[in-house]
């Protein structure tokens, strides 16, 4: 088997992101090793084979790796949270994957998010220069995430595109989404230019559509050759204002609302 015709693994296969993207990605061309920590809800994509697994386990997702030519990392805990909920998933998953990536030599796809810069008031543009402002546990260990792969980078030469994903769901919801809404589709698109891409280095991407209201601009999309096809603006004037409050004020939204851990 050519390095070309190798699976590519993936990460919390049977999460929120995973169950939906991994049809799409096979749809592209991407044979795939699913693995999460559940069984995968449904049929397996065409060509694609599953295998249980704790992101914690460092030994399991690096035999799991073996054999592939990229890891895309979608699996977390993905809400608001105590330190001890993200503790495994997030800050050990994401060292068993970048270690997994570093005996194997491959590129790792990583879902970042939102959360890491949710403290910033809306209003505001960001560009990914701009400093973390983590609105959550959950977006601490995202910002972590993003360090790690910067660190892997440097020491050790791992590629990795860095997704900041806002709100990936069939279509926005409320008004925040106006501004944070990623498509399902543009999301497997984003995977699959990440993949791709000759030379992505280390890339951080905001993981939005082409939504007129977004915060959130300059980026290194064009060093992966992506773009989003699809937009919020259809959804514009659907959604009742926003009411005043943390939820309103910050780009986190319900993250920034919520009451302290401890
Ligand atoms: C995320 O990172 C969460 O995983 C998702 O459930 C949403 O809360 C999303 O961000 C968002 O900010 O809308």
């Known amino acids: 088997m050519s390095q070309a ?8 296969a049977s999460g929120n992101l995973g169950r939906v993207v991994a049809p799409l990605l096979a749809g592209l061309g991407h044979r795939l090793r699913l693995t999460a920590n559940t069984p ?5 994509p065409e060509g694609a084979s599953f295998a249980e697994a704790d992101l914690a386990d460092e030994a399991a997702i690096v035999a799991l790796a073996e054999g592939t030519r990229a890891i895309v990392h979608l699996g977390a805990y993905v809400d ?5 909920l993200v503790l495994g ?7 068993s994957v970048f270690e997994a990536a570093r005996r194997h030599g491959l590129r790792v796809v990583n879902a970042s998010s939102n959360h890491v810069i949710g403290f910033h008031e809306r209003g505001q543009t960001l560009s990914i220069a701009d400093p973390p402002r983590p609105d959550s546990y959950y977006g601490l260990s995202k910002a ?3 360090l790690v792969a910067r660190y892997y980078f440097d020491r050790y030469g791992i590629e990795s595109v860095n997704m ?14 106006l501004a944070t809404w990623l498509s399902r589709p543009d999301l497997a698109r984003l995977i699959d230019c990440s993949l791709r891409a000759a030379a992505p280095g280390f890339a951080i991407v905001w ?15 064009a060093r992966i050759g992506w773009a989003p096809r699809d937009s919020a603006d259809a959804w514009i004037g659907r959604f009742a204002e926003p009411a005043e409050g943390a939820t309103e004020r910050f780009q986190g939204g319900r993250f920034c609302d919520l009451p302290a851990d401890r």
Do not use: Q
Request: glycine share 14%.
């Open 5 to 12: 015709d190798a699976p590519v693994l993936v990460t919390g």
């Open 40 to 44: 995968f809800p449904g049929p397996l």
């Open 80 to 84: 608001y949270g105590t330190f001890d």
């Open 89 to 95: 998933p997030n800050l050990r998953g994401i060292h």
């Open 144 to 146: 972590y995430g993003e």
């Open 164 to 177: 900041r994903i806002g709100s990936c769901f069939d279509e926005p919801r409320n008004e925040r989404m």
């Open 207 to 221: 993981g939005i559509s082409d939504n007129s209201r977004a915060w959130w601009e300059g980026d290194d999309r």
